[in-house]
């Protein structure tokens, strides 16, 4: 950030900002970040020679751990008051006509709070808040009250003032300044198009009943900038759900987790379990309407949820080619194609760097609690949300829930971009377009896992010329592909059968054609084992070509130019053999291939068919990208007992001997 962006921000909100570095360093460890802040600001603001040792010499001797919890009570029991740096959660107890209070570092012991106290901070009763606990112990029946409370977070912001100070930098000035906000130096985000993923992130809290899932390597901090920012968010990190703790306990009648936060973050996803059977009804049914419903009570919440989920990555930085989906790294209950519809976004989380000391904040930002703050105010808008559904329009396959979807992510995004509503043309669909790619995105992973339920299309608006994300350029090319060889009759293009590096099972494409010329030449992503196939299965050709009924004079007389798509594994190479010459020999007799076709096996000069590897693996992949008819080596035939009841069910799985019997079944 440059020292004239930093005065800028500055002279427009004063004391509402902080140096982060700063404040990161200041050794507050036991405290939120947004209460270390609050502290360094405040006690700036009353002189500025401060130090952050200062204050955390100041606070130390009111601060309370596990360790001193006994000493702390025993010393309250006989002075009869005591001074605490706490989180105070109150609670109201109509039947009792009282308010009880709580902090953790007391073990949750019932606090009287008087109904002045609570006229005076109203946020207590809203998920609690940090400060200065003033208690007092009555030796008469010994119950301990909180006479005083000081607030350490900034509870009403002038939303009117932030507004209008929008209007005083650049759309990549405000990006700076609010990615600082969220603790990140920007320079480490390369483009536009990454910084308005990260802030992503936050969208849940600014925006009502968003269901949204970041998948991306570990150490990014998919959980990380929710929780340092608002007391509003939970973190389910790795914990068993229930319907009592999620949604509604019908022992203590009260709502869960969902119907008191803004915000509920399922870390680490792939290790939280959900034991009830009922609970992934009861999650489809909120996640599609808001409502929770249980032992004849209904409610109506707006808490948005975020999954955050970790996956492995290859070297060139997209997720790791083995996954035959990228919803495989969720719990086995959450693979379901209903409740992923539900999702309304995916995160590319492996877009976004980790947590490095380098990457972090530099520079001044909102303090953070006002920054949660104002996000929350930001949620009750509801013009932003009118606005985008009044403008945007995706093409007619888009369902409704990629409608509703793309609407409330623009609309989240947007309150943060430009808060007061002066969005102009290029930044309007910027943003919508960010919206449309995490939409997207899901519904290329549903192509995949269900392609029959979820057809193959781009549901960008006609504003938005194209989806630039890479994974979504690549993904779409690749099922351009797959809907050709699955809805037509291609001369010269096979599916043949992968696998990868990760082991996993995937598909790739041969294309072959008769050129000008002479020999043979090949294109396309390959190493030296696939190049030496490729010159085998054309041996392989020419030798077996009058029993096959092909012209051998004819194919001699051009070129034959093979192109590989998708191909990039060198152990692929010998297993590519079959699909490959049949391939050549399409393109040499003019004869298309089977639709829905795809190929496995190895291929001698004889024209006998060898075992492959991976068979599993493959006849899934050729599942999920809708094949239908899959020619493999009859040596393989044993293999097929270790395949699921789904994919033995759902292919016409064909062994053959040699390249004449797979002719018969290929060509139309």
């Not at 496995?600 to 008819?629: F, I």
Request: hydrophobic letters at 45%; one cysteine or more.
């Amino acid at each position: 950030m440059t020292p004239e962006l930093t005065q800028k921000i500055e002279a427009a909100y004063g004391p509402l900002v902080v140096n982060k570095r700063e404040a990161l360093r200041a050794g507050f460890e036991l405290l939120p970040r947004f209460v270390t802040e609050f502290l360094l600001a405040s006690a700036r603001a009353a002189n500025a020679a401060t130090t952050a040792a200062d204050v955390h010499a100041k606070l130390k001797p009111f601060w309370v751990d596990a360790d001193r919890r006994g000493d702390f009570i025993s010393r309250l029991m006989i002075d009869g008051s005591a001074r605490l740096v706490a989180l105070l959660d109150v609670e109201p107890q109509p039947k009792k006509m009282r308010h009880i209070g709580r902090i953790a570092q007391l073990d949750g012991n019932e606090l009287l709070v008087t109904e002045a106290m609570v006229e005076k901070v109203p946020e207590l009763l809203s998920g609690g808040l940090w400060g200065t606990c003033v208690l007092t112990y009555d030796k008469s029946d010994g119950q301990i009250s909180v006479q005083d409370f000081t607030p350490y977070q900034l509870t009403r912001p002038d939303m009117a003032a932030f507004k209008a100070h929008r209007a005083k930098f650049t759309m990549d000035e405000w990006l700076e300044l609010l990615l600082a906000s969220c603790g990140y130096d920007a320079s480490v985000l390369p483009t536009r198009r990454h910084k308005l993923l990260a802030l992503t992130r936050l969208i849940p809290l600014v925006q009502n009943n968003v269901n949204l899932v970041e998948l991306g390597p570990r150490g990014t901090g998919k959980s990380y900038l929710l929780r340092s920012i608002t007391q509003r968010a939970y973190l389910l990190a790795g914990a068993r759900a229930t319907p009592a703790s999620l949604f509604y306990d019908l022992n203590r009648k009260e709502l869960g987790i969902i119907g008191h936060k803004k915000v509920v973050v399922f870390d680490e996803v792939s290790s939280t379990s959900f034991p009830d059977v009922g609970l992934i009804a009861m999650l489809k049914d909120y996640m599609e309407s808001g409502r929770i419903a249980r032992g004849g009570r209904a409610f109506q919440t707006d808490c948005s949820l975020l999954f955050a989920g970790n996956l492995n990555v290859g070297a060139d930085g997209q997720p790791d080619r083995h996954y035959l989906h990228l919803f495989e790294v969720l719990p086995a209950e959450l693979r379901d194609t209903a409740l992923i519809d539900r999702f309304h976004g995916l995160i590319p989380g492996w877009e976004l760097p980790k947590i490095r000391d380098g990457g972090l904040a530099q520079s001044v930002g909102f303090l953070s609690d006002y920054f949660g703050e104002v996000l929350h105010q930001l949620r009750g808008e509801i013009r932003f949300l009118e606005v985008v559904q009044q403008r945007v329009h995706l093409p007619s396959p888009a369902t409704m829930r990629d409608t509703t979807a793309v609407h409330r992510i623009a609309a989240g995004l947007l309150k943060m971009v430009y808060p007061d509503g002066q969005a102009d043309e290029e930044g309007f669909w910027e943003v919508v377009g960010i919206a449309t790619e995490l939409r997207q995105r899901v519904h290329n992973q549903l192509h995949v896992m269900a392609p029959g339920e979820f057809p193959e299309y781009s549901m960008a608006p006609p504003e938005i010329r194209s989806l630039s994300a890479p994974d979504l350029l690549k993904g779409t090319a690749l099922l351009v592909h797959d809907a050709e060889v699955n809805q037509h009759d291609v001369t010269g293009k096979i599916t043949m059968l992968t696998v990868s590096s990760a082991g996993g099972g995937d598909v790739g494409f041969v294309e072959c054609a008769l050129v000008d010329g002479n020999g043979f030449s090949v294109s396309g992503i390959h190493g030296n084992v696939m190049k030496q196939s490729i010159h085998a299965a054309y041996d392989a050709v020419l030798h077996l070509g009058p029993a096959l009924g092909i012209r051998v004079d004819v194919l001699k007389s051009k070129r034959l130019a093979v192109h590989l798509v998708d191909v990039a594994e060198p152990k692929d190479g010998p297993s590519a053999g079959l699909a490959i010459a049949l391939a050549m020999i399409s393109a040499a007799t003019r004869r298309p291939l089977r639709r829905g076709l795809a190929v496995t096996g190895e291929l001698s000069l004889q024209g006998n068919v060898g075992e492959v590897g991976g068979l599993p693996d493959k006849l899934r992949a050729a599942l999920a990208h809708g094949r239908r008819t899959v020619i493999l080596p009859a040596g393989n035939a044993s293999d097929l007992e270790k395949c699921s009841d789904k994919v033995r069910a759902g292919l016409d799985l064909q062994p053959v001997h040699t390249l004449a019997d797979a002719l018969r079944i290929a060509l139309v």
